[in-house]
């Protein structure tokens, strides 16, 4: 169960969507003085050297974030991703990729509050590193899911909540998507982010069904595809269902969604960009 390790595919092209996305929803909220909550239930070790060996051994970053850092042009909504990227990198050369931990400790002020869960004991340790001495920031070695029950509601009205599991369990799509639906209920002002691989179709249209199921409304869903659908072992794609999407957001995907297509598989034409279930 702990066998996962994210410093294998720090960057890569799932990586990209799920930050790029995360990165527009928290421009959202620091437009308003106001604090906003971030609770990670499956942190990872937080920042990842694409230098080291677990990097270096498929080199997954090569067709993701490498395809994007020494762009010129590219559209405003990829602007605030890179800005983050490079701002943990200097000179020309790409060596660190941040996780979803320390891209939102960039946007984190001193009246904003961060949770953050992570179970692998290697991967908490350098995730307390990380984030020493640094105020606001809850850090537990503990199953991020069960975090949604004794977290939510926080006492901030404003936030994200990202839900990013590994799925090296195969009931991690079934629990994903209950905890999404019970986490809603109890923080209903907030937003969610929920990521999923493609791997097997069939496990995301089950996904989909239990929110269409559910009586959550406003779920925007997004998906980036780099091969067709397989039965083979491999992902061929990920995605996010997002709950309470900031209002711009639709219209900043209709954009980014396609540049992301063409810069990192233009072999491949598959996307998906759709509210699953209306407001």
Known sequence: MLSYRHAFHAGNFADVLKHSVLSLCLEHLIKKDKPFFYLDTHSGAGSYSLSQSKAQQNQEFQNGISQLWQLTTFPTELQPYLTAIHALNSGKQL??????????????????????????????????????????????????????????????????????????????????????????????????LLWYPVVQRGRVNYMEQQLRNSKVRNILQVEHCISPDSTEHGMTGSGLFIINPPWQLNSQLATLLPFLQEKLSPQYNRTIHRYLVPE
């Not at 904003?112 to 350098?126: A, F, G, N, T, V």
């Not at 070695?141 to 839900?163: E, M, T, Y």
């Open 95 to 192: 060596k660190t990729y941040p996780g979803s931990p320390l891209l939102v400790k960039q946007y984190l002020r001193d009246q904003d509050y961060m949770r953050l869960y992570e179970l692998h004991p290697k991967d908490h340790e350098k995730l307390k590193t990380l984030f020493k001495k640094i105020q606001h920031v809850r850090i537990e070695q503990s199953d991020g899911f069960a975090a949604l029950k004794s977290a939510l509601p926080p006492h901030i009205k404003r936030g994200i909540v990202l839900i990013d599991p590994s799925y090296e369990v195969k009931t991690d799509y079934q629990t994903a998507t209950k905890q999404l639906i019970e986490g809603y209920k109890r923080f209903n002002t907030g937003t969610f």
